[in-house]
């Protein structure tokens, strides 16, 4: 029984973070691979000149979420370069849940169609299709139609990493903007799934979970410097309306025709 190939991206000056997470998912029989994340302080303005393409929706990107997602990048590369049918890519902030070790154990429950796969939930509205394509354990695998933020835990075929691999060698836009939220240009291009309840969530969506003390947050991959987004112009704030009026208003018809369904993706 093959099992899933799992990355941990975690920084060199963080080690609480990856021993924390290592012990929760060795309690469990997941073995893992520690992956070095690009480190924001080490880049430079010619490393950002050369990967970023202009400001994206949220603003300029900063160091840290170019570092981020230099670091996602690497895990797709490592799933090309070893000719793997696909791979689970963590964040060293994520909580695993109750049953991971037997979710990893076999590949069986991955859509055959997927590029995406995510076992993640920040516990925001989503729009899920109203079947399942497949079951693991007690975690159904369902389409994901909507935004759902966060790139801390999902599973990225090999077929997609090529792609992700071929079209973001420069980027603009934050990883998990371009990976799961309706806005980015992927979106209707990539086949996303949803775990449903999902077996990962990050510390900070989790209240039973206190991040541990001992951790300094600049130890976090993103390093999210605040902020602000560029201001619209009228003429693109009424795009913008009028786009999300559109994905909203077809979110809409889908449910009433009983093909997708909101929901809150838990945790379990």
Not at 82 to 88: E, F, S
Not at 149 to 175: G, K, M, P, S
Not at 191 to 213: G, I
């Amino acid at each position: 029984m093959t099992r899933m190939q799992t990355f941990v991206i975690n920084l060199d000056r963080a080690p609480d973070r990856i021993e924390r997470l290592g012990g929760r998912l060795r309690a469990q029989g997941v073995v893992f691979e520690r992956m070095p994340a690009v480190d924001a302080r080490l880049l430079g303005d010619a490393d950002i000149a050369r990967h970023v393409d202009g400001i994206g929706y949220w603003g300029r990107l900063t160091r840290g979420e170019v570092a981020c997602f230099l670091s996602h990048r690497a895990c797709w590369q490592r799933i090309v370069d070893r000719g793997l049918p696909h791979g689970v890519v963590l964040e060293d902030d994520v909580v695993p849940g109750e049953d991971v070790g037997a979710l990893f154990s076999n590949v069986d429950w991955v859509p055959p169609d997927a590029d995406l796969v995510k076992l993640e939930t920040n516990r925001k509205p989503v729009w899920l299709a109203r079947g399942h394509v497949a079951q693991a354990a007690r975690h159904a695998v369902t389409r994901l139609y909507s935004s759902h933020d966060c790139t801390a835990a999902y599973v990225v075929t090999r077929h997609a990493a090529q792609r992700l691999l071929r079209e973001t060698l420069r980027f603009r836009d934050e990883v998990d903007e371009l990976l799961f939220t309706e806005r980015s240009p992927l979106h209707g291009r990539l086949v996303n799934y949803q775990m449903d309840p999902a077996p990962f969530v990050q510390e900070r969506w989790l209240e039973a979970v206190e991040p541990s003390p001992d951790v300094d947050p600049d130890t976090s991959i993103e390093e999210r410097e605040q902020k602000v987004r560029r201001p619209l112009s009228r003429p693109e704030r009424f795009v913008e309306y009028l786009g999300q009026g559109r994905r909203d208003f077809g979110q809409a018809a889908m449910e009433f025709l009983g093909r997708r369904r909101t929901a809150v993706v838990d945790f379990r």
